[in-house]
């Protein structure tokens, strides 16, 4: 088998041979960690020649990769994730922005929104965002008579808020794949995440009038009525600000910062009466499962990239690029489209995992008229950005099954046509942050 393939392709050849079979293995439903182990281990093989590299590998890699520290903060926040969840932080947060937004025209579903960005705030995690908020908020557009594609379309697209609202654990992976900072990835990520937030609502704006008798204003509530609604988030912003704030101060490193959440999250569940020790062993295990799965999929991605490494797939494409006369922007917006249409089939973190040892060596190496020591933080956002797109895009956007699940009444379709139109926001928002690095990097440059 190796003299048969070596003497028809190149090292190289073999390299790029390996994401078609990836693929295919994919689609016949062998999970994606499982995939890259295999196609990595024998591409080595067929690289190499011999057994020797794969046991090296086999040797050194789970334990070099997996006692990473900056690995531990992921399972953190995968717990933090899961006692916000049971802290009922989530109904809390949209009763306060219900208050402050419901009398508006869609203001339900902006309020809804503007919960799902607090929510991320102090959860990381998109699926446990759409799903948590879903539950809430889904019941009251019902009871509002807000359209089936208006309410489902909106939790699903605030649902993609809890990875682009710092802290998010997609980032982290991106991190340790891309060798880059994680408390600047964070820093960079808060104003492009707002700027979402307040698209979507945006959003809600436009589509309303369009689509008149789609979500109608609820009765204006006091004002008294208002801050005490404010006031009971409280534990939101205290976490937010010891967590986040932490980082940016330099007060905590992302890892203690992550720990800090985790017990700030578990007091705000156990003062509300939510948390004993059955919760307790149920988001353990839902951490533990969750972390396995990634650490799985880390292990199995360096077995991949070595593969591509050895086979001079990163280097040959890099030094292609850079001696092509192509403009490094269309190289870029190539990168770009390319995870938004790999965004209908795959995953957010199956995209990060393939793409990102391939496109850094080529991106952080092409002149952007920003230093480039920022391109790497810059790219990060971008792609973190695309990535989400992919949780609101048939066929495989998974927070619009999630949300879609939780109503009886909602077809598939109208969820679809109704996660469009923030589609669109998604899409004129990577071009805005495309075209003005300045700003995601601004806050960086200020802080660091």
């Known amino acids: ?54 046991d090296s590998q086999l040797k050194t890699f789970a334990y070099g990769t997996l006692t990473n520290y900056s ?8 717990l933090m994730s899961e006692f916000a969840t049971k802290g009922g932080m989530s109904q809390a947060l949209f009763k306060a922005a219900e208050a402050w937004l419901g009398h508006r025209r869609g203001g339900l579903a902006m309020a809804a929104i503007g919960a799902s960005a607090g929510f991320g705030a102090v959860c990381g995690s998109s699926l446990a965002t759409a799903s948590s908020m879903g539950r809430v908020a889904l019941p009251e557009l019902e009871r509002a ?6 309410a489902t379309g909106a939790l699903a697209a605030g649902g993609t808020l809890g990875i682009l609202i710092p802290p998010s654990v997609v980032l982290v992976v991106y991190a340790i794949l891309a060798e880059e900072n994680i408390e600047k990835l964070f820093t960079a990520a ?11 609502m945006v959003t809600v704006s436009i589509y309303t009038r369009l689509v008149p008798g789609s979500g109608n204003a609820l009765p204006s509530q006091p ?8 006031f009971d988030v409280w534990p939101v912003a205290v976490i937010f600000a010891l967590v986040i704030g932490g980082i940016y101060t330099g007060a905590f490193s992302p890892t203690a910062a992550a720990a800090v959440g985790v017990a700030g999250t578990a007091l705000v ?3 509300k009466r939510t948390l004993n020790w059955s919760v307790i062993k149920l988001a353990l295990l839902n951490t533990g499962q969750t972390s396995a799965m990634i650490f799985f999929i880390i292990l199995a991605a360096g077995v991949f990239n070595s593969f591509l490494s050895s086979a001079l797939v990163p280097q040959t494409m890099a030094a292609y690029f850079l001696e092509a006369d192509v403009s490094p922007w269309t190289i ?23 793409t990102v040892p391939i496109f850094i060596p080529i991106i952080t190496q092409l002149d952007f008229g920003i230093p480039p020591a920022e391109v790497g933080i810059w790219f990060g956002i971008l792609v973190l950005m695309s990535a989400e797109i992919g949780l609101i895009t048939p066929p495989v956007g998974m927070n619009l099954f999630v949300i879609n699940a939780m109503s009886g009444r909602v077809s598939i379709g109208e969820t679809y046509r109704g996660a469009l139109p923030f589609v669109v926001s998604d899409i004129v928002r990577i071009a805005v942050l495309v075209g003005f690095p300045s700003v995601t990097m601004g806050l960086v440059r200020l802080l660091y």
């Open 1 to 54: 088998m190796h003299e048969l393939l070596t003497s028809h392709f190149s090292t190289f050849q073999l390299g790029l041979l390996s994401f078609p079979v990836m693929l295919v293995l994919i689609a016949f439903r062998i999970p994606l960690a499982a995939a890259m182990f295999i196609v990595g281990l024998v591409g080595t093989y067929l690289v190499a020649g011999n057994m020797r590299m794969m």
């Open 71 to 78: 690995l531990s903060i992921i399972p953190l926040f995968l």
């Open 145 to 150: 008579g807000y359209s089936g594609a208006l």
């Open 190 to 200: 808060l104003i492009p995440g707002i700027i979402a937030m307040l698209g979507y």
């Open 223 to 230: 004002y008294a009525a208002r801050f005490r609604a404010l």
């Open 269 to 271: 569940a156990w003062s």
């Open 332 to 354: 870029l917006i190539g990168m770009l489209v390319l995870y938004l249409i790999l965004g209908t089939v795959m995953d957010s973190l199956a995209m990060i995992f393939l």
